[in-house]
């Protein structure tokens, strides 16, 4: 059973960059699907980040692109999330979870705890 | 329109049965897939495609789409059915769409 776990700091200043982890166990992260980012501020609503694919293909929220890299590292079987210039906007929990692409339907399954990273000087 | 669209809450009385509706224009190309959220917890899938249940999710909860409109229905809920519901569908450029949440009361 895939298991997802984030990690990274919890408190990042504004114009900094957050950077984040997520472990994948239970499974390869080589496997046919994609891994991907999505975050919540509090008492928000979800809002998906990016996607990557184990040959490192990317696909990225329009209203992110600019300040998001997503890379994978098949070696410790873990993806990242890099997101540059933050600001207090981007106090969120941030989730992991894997996407699996069927022909006609899709789905996020299973997702990581959740770390809240919060912007602040 | 790129946008999933749901009501921001609904209630129900306990052992009743609740829909909750996701509408958007992508839904007409995609099945939605719906999840639950219970306060400080992560998203879990309840429903995919056109109506799979994970293991684990009890039967009462069910999906359904025609046109740009995805339901996700849950007959006879239960106190523990009391969470944040979001469905997810993807855009004509492939990016990923969350709806606002719908937040279900269980009366």
């Known amino acids: 059973q895939v298991q997802l776990q984030e990690s990274g700091p919890g408190l990042v200043k504004p114009s900094g960059t957050l950077s984040l982890t997520c472990a994948v166990s239970?499974?390869?992260?080589?496997?046919?699907?994609?891994w991907s980012w999505v975050r919540q501020p509090p008492g928000k609503g979800l809002e998906w980040i990016g996607e990557?694919?184990?040959?490192?293909?990317?696909n990225y929220n329009p209203s992110l692109k600019s300040r998001v890299t997503i890379s994978v590292d098949k070696s410790k079987n873990q993806f990242s999330l890099k997101l540059s210039s933050v600001t207090a906007a981007d106090t969120a929990v941030y989730y992991c979870?894997?996407?699996?692409?069927?022909?006609?339907?899709?789905?996020?399954?299973?997702w990581g705890q959740g770390t809240l990273v919060t912007v602040s000087s | 329109s790129s946008e999933l669209t749901q009501d921001p809450a609904v209630s129900v009385a306990l052992g009743q049965t609740v829909r909750i509706t996701c509408q958007g224009d992508?839904?007409?190309?995609?099945?939605a897939s719906w999840y639950q959220q219970k306060p400080g917890q992560a998203p879990v899938l309840v429903i995919y495609?056109?109506?799979n249940r994970p293991s684990g999710i009890p039967d009462r909860f069910s999906g359904s789409s025609s046109g740009n409109t995805a339901s996700l229905t849950i007959t006879g809920a239960q106190a523990e059915d009391e969470a944040d519901y979001y469905c997810?569908?993807?855009?004509?450029?492939?990016?990923?769409?969350f709806g606002g949440g719908t937040k279900l009361t269980v009366l």
């Open positions: 992508s839904l007409r190309s995609y099945y």
């Open positions: 997810n569908s993807r855009d004509s450029s492939g990016n990923h769409l």
């Open positions: 495609g056109k109506n």
């Open positions: 990557i694919y184990h040959s490192g293909s990317t």
């Open positions: 239970g499974g390869s992260i080589s496997s046919s699907n994609w």
């Open positions: 979870a894997r996407f699996i692409v069927a022909t006609f339907w899709n789905w996020f399954d299973p």
